[in-house]
């Protein structure tokens, strides 16, 4: 099943959805860029769906501002 890793920033609503083949392979990038991330409003996510429009429905407040 596919997985997308979302990169929420919560104050400006600034969102960044990347697609990937599964599950193991967003959360491994979500990993690394928990390492590599210093800002306290920045979310990092790695979920699996169907789709893009599946998440953005599931997962509605971070695509709110979009």
Do not use: Q, W
């Not at 960044?16 to 590599?36: G, H, N, V, W, Y």
């Amino acid at each position: 099943m596919p997985a997308f890793l979302i990169e929420y920033h919560r104050p400006s609503g600034r969102v960044k959805c990347t697609p990937f083949d599964s599950l193991i392979e967003a959360t491994r990038e979500r990993i690394r860029l928990d390492r590599l991330n210093e800002d306290p409003d920045m979310e990092i996510v790695a979920i699996s769906g169907a789709s893009e429009n599946v998440i953005r429905h599931s997962h509605s407040r971070y695509f709110a501002a979009v």
